[in-house]
């Protein structure tokens, strides 16, 4: 079964440094691959997705995440942390393709020091 | 408004109540999941559903029933809410890969 593991469910940054959050997984077939954003008292909202193709993605607010299949892994970063990029963060994988479930990490809270 | 809406979004009631909770999306999607989210634990599927009529159970179904008898519209019930059902509830719907979510239920079993 596939599963997702998300290190460090705090992590802590200033405002303008690197925002490096990790995630690795495990599927038995080529995973799709997904991160997701949580606003306090709100759903979850799709940062970006790996289906296939390219294996550095671009997603929504200055976000990328890189595919890299031999490390298993899909680590979410941002060149410069703005305070508004405060939210808790999850990964996702689905190994089936399509519509199947998706196996989420704990998720990280992201914080940003002014 | 096109989307996903759930209702209500807070809701308290008491132990061995029943209460179902809505789950409405406007995009036509094939697939719906309901979720709940607790801490210590992320998000552990419920129950989902590949299109009207067809149900299927996730990592947690047991309390709840599902049906799904038009595209849009996925309920949840609690047939006889525990404590342990406190959480927030999310609904999600799928076109393809990725799931979209709506903004949650605030449940609070007394």
């Known amino acids: 079964a596939q599963s997702v593991t998300q290190l460090g469910s705090h992590v802590s940054v200033s405002e303008g440094a690197l925002v490096l959050l990790r995630c690795n997984y495990s599927s038995s077939v080529p995973p799709y691959l997904f991160w997701y954003v949580q606003y306090p008292n709100q759903g979850l909202q799709l940062l970006l997705k790996?289906?296939?193709?390219?294996?550095l993605v671009k997603g929504i607010n200055g976000f990328e995440a890189e595919f890299k299949k031999s490390e298993t892994s899909f680590h979410l970063t941002k060149p410069s942390a703005h305070m508004s990029d405060a939210a808790e963060y999850f990964c996702?994988?689905?190994?089936?393709?399509?519509?199947?479930?998706?196996?989420f990490g704990k998720g990280t809270k992201l914080t940003v020091n002014p | 408004d096109a989307g996903i809406t759930q209702s209500p979004r807070y809701k308290i009631t008491e132990t061995g109540r029943q209460v179902t909770l809505m789950c409405h999306q406007t995009w036509s999607h094939s697939y719906m999941f309901w979720y709940r989210q607790d801490l210590g634990h992320g998000l552990r599927l419920i129950y989902y559903s590949a299109a009207a009529d067809i149900t299927d159970k996730g990592e947690v179904p047991d309390g709840y029933v599902v049906s799904r008898s038009k595209t849009e519209n996925f309920p949840l019930t609690l047939e006889s809410a525990t404590r342990s059902q406190t959480s927030v509830y999310f609904c999600a719907s799928s076109p393809l890969y990725e799931q979209y979510f709506g903004p949650g239920t605030r449940l609070t079993v007394t």
């Open positions: 996702a994988v689905s190994d089936q393709g399509g519509s199947e479930k998706l196996v």
């Open positions: 790996y289906t296939t193709g390219a294996t």
